[in-house]
């Protein structure tokens, strides 16, 4: 059952002051440096966290590539607790890249097609 509390500065801090633009250092996250952010302490969860970046990167027409892994905890202890890393890196949009770009749907389409012709493919040597 909910309960009344007397709100104290903590939080009201995390109420209202914890949207991602304000939790993170975007400024200095999106300088073009590859960052190492540590699961638990510069994110919780990595599908949100991703989230955050693409969103980062479209309000600021830049890319970001994001990669996660599991290391050692301890590096001198084998078979040791691992935790989740995520690395990510903001760049500038590369202005070729985007002219020369297809709209999602267009690729989803020619992967369709291309899906289609190959079971056509399968079904003619299946007859054969």
């Known amino acids: ?10 939080i009201i801090q995390d109420l209202f002051h914890t949207s991602p633009r304000m939790k993170y250092p975007w400024e200095e996250w999106t300088n073009g440096d590859v960052w190492k952010l540590y699961q638990g302490e510069d994110y919780q969860k990595r ?4 989230t955050y970046c693409y969103q980062q990167a479209a309000a600021r027409d830049m890319d970001v590539h994001t990669r996660c892994r599991n290391e050692p905890i301890d590096h001198d202890e084998v078979g040791g607790e691992e935790h989740e890393v995520m690395f990510i890196q903001f760049t500038e949009r590369d202005e070729d890249e985007i002219e020369g770009s297809t709209h999602l749907d267009d690729v ?7 899906f289609e012709e190959f079971e056509l493919e ?4 299946d007859v054969t």
């Open 122 to 125: 399968l079904e003619e040597e």
């Open 1 to 10: 059952m909910a309960e009344q509390i007397e709100p104290t500065e903590d």
């Open 108 to 114: 989803l389409d020619e992967d369709e097609d291309e």
């Open 47 to 50: 599908s949100s966290m991703r």
